[in-house]
């Protein structure tokens, strides 16, 4: 069975940093893609980031502001998501998602939910003083 296992998540204060960490259980997605979306109660899930079979990253520059960084380990089959100068706006579930597609980040195929295959249970972040 294929599990993608999220942790980091917390309470942070307005300007802090903190690092997601997603690992993927029972299968490797060395040839594919892994990557982060995040929602808010009664807001779609939006994307954040990917890290694509061949090293690429995509991020949401709306969102991201350049303040997140995604770093893969292949070999370990994780993902950490480290995200910096955090605002309250970035709270929200936190998801990592995984998927056997051999993107290319100048497809941007890989936005949309119905992109993955497969998900974690998600990890709450809130950004509070």
């Known amino acids: 069975q294929v599990q993608l296992v999220e942790s980091g998540g917390g309470l942070v204060q307005p300007g802090a940093s903190l690092t997601l960490s997603c690992a993927a259980v029972?299968?490797?997605?060395?040839?594919?893609?892994m990557g982060w979306f995040r929602q808010t109660p009664g807001k779609d899930r939006k994307f954040v980031g990917v890290?694509?079979?061949?090293?690429?990253?995509?991020y949401d520059a709306e969102s991201v502001k350049g303040r997140f960084t995604l770093t893969r380990d292949l070999a370990k089959s994780t993902l950490e998501l480290q995200m910096h100068r955090l605002e309250p706006e970035d709270t929200a579930v936190y998801y990592c998602?995984?998927?056997?597609?051999?993107?290319?980040?100048?497809?941007?195929?890989?936005?949309?939910?119905?992109?993955?295959?497969?998900w974690g249970q998600g990890t709450q972040v809130t950004v509070s003083s």
């Open positions: 890290v694509t079979w061949s090293g690429e990253t995509d």
């Open positions: 029972g299968r490797s997605f060395s040839g594919g893609a």
């Open positions: 998602a995984a998927s056997d597609a051999k993107w290319r980040t100048n497809s941007g195929k890989y936005r949309e939910v119905t992109d993955w295959d497969y």
